[in-house]
């Protein structure tokens, strides 16, 4: 932003370039950091807090940010410390997923109920977080199997291994199978 | 690369774009198919995650940072009063001499305040070690290698420059305090972190980790630079 003395010589607003650096990042990053949040915490509220909580840790180390392509995931990695910190501090009162019904037949007529974005969405609360976890950081946040493992701590043949079983075992919840007696096939 | 890797790594990712995979996917007409399938899922599945944010989202971060910023701004601005009454009042009442909590106290809630930084694996260019000795009026004899974060940071009332150095029991916290030299060096544990202060130049340096069997190292190096 611009201003000008009466005189028309330009100059620059004080907002500083971390100002202007940290308000792109809000802006094209908010809303990708905030389906992760979801996703990890299941509840939307804490989400916004977390995301917004990550933003604010992020502006006071944002000195440390040096390539702009790797901002998506040192902010997930700030969002995933920030939630396990809050886990440390109480934990919070969520629905245990085993309690969330894919859909009550009772239901199935309602709109929110229906459509196939709700059974994949009810599929994705029913899978373990071991499986969860790896899936949502390559598909949100688009991690490689090396990334992930670094920031799980597991090798990365271990990563490649949840994330086949993450698919295949939503894909037996969304044929209507059991995922606890999902068979995995190599070929399917 | 035979149908049963190319059908595991689809499972893996299917958005996979090595040569093998692709080319498998061009020759075999039923793995094509099966990748048409998985990039169907895929694309259902990601739909299906892209739950909507909240509106005004990003509007609601920037003003939090905002009303942090100025929160603390007035806090500096108070504080500044304060000290500058509590100045008038002991150079009234004691004479000149005000006394400040010890480094060691303010070096910890420091990095506490900072600990993301301790993340950082990236190592910084000498040229940024050196601009931000420059910054505070000083100039190194030597820049020391393996320096994971530099910054210029206020530390209470002191000028500093706080640095990261990872080594191989964990990084350890380097914070150059510019503007004080303490009489004497001093090893202290506090809130859980192992920590050291040595009079160096016209400061004192001050280092904070984990574990303490790297400080010796450290130091010496931080001596040769400073100190030549």
Known sequence: MRRKFPDGVPVISPVSSKQRQFDALVRSLSGDLFRYGYWLCGDEALAHDLVQETFLRAWRALDSLRETGAAKAWLITILRREHARLYERKLPQFTDVDEIDVVDERDAHLPEFAGEENVIRNAMRKLDAKYRDPLLMQVLGGFSCEEIASELKITPAAVMTQLFRARQKLKTMLDGGDVRGAQIHELS | ?228
């Open chain 2, 1 to 228: 690369m035979n149908c049963l890797e190319f059908r595991r790594q689809l499972s893996i990712d299917p958005q996979c774009g090595e040569v093998d995979f692709v080319h498998h996917a061009r020759e075999c007409a039923r793995c094509a198919e099966a990748c048409e399938r998985a990039n169907g899922f895929e694309s259902s599945l990601r739909q299906a995650l892209a739950i909507a944010p909240p509106p005004q989202l990003a509007e609601s971060i920037l003003l939090a940072q905002a009303t942090q910023q100025q929160r603390q701004r007035q806090q500096y601005r108070r504080g500044g009063m304060l000290a500058l009454a509590a100045a008038i009042v002991l150079a009234f009442g004691i004479g000149m001499r005000v006394e400040a909590r010890p480094l060691s106290t303010q070096a910890v809630e420091h990095l506490r305040e900072e600990a993301e930084v301790l993340t950082s694996t990236k190592l910084v260019s000498p040229g940024e070690v050196q601009q931000a000795f420059a910054k505070r009026g000083l100039a190194l004899h030597s820049i020391p290698d393996g320096i994971s974060f530099v910054g210029c940071c206020p530390m209470e009332r002191h000028l500093t420059v706080h640095m990261v150095m990872p080594g191989g029991n964990g990084p350890v916290t380097v914070i150059y305090v510019v503007d004080d030299h303490e009489r004497a060096r001093e090893d202290f544990q506090r809130d859980g972190w192992h920590g050291r202060s040595i009079p160096m130049g016209q400061g004192t340096l001050v280092l904070l980790a984990q574990d303490a069997s790297q400080f010796d190292h450290v130091e010496s190096i931080w001596r040769a630079a400073l100190q030549g």
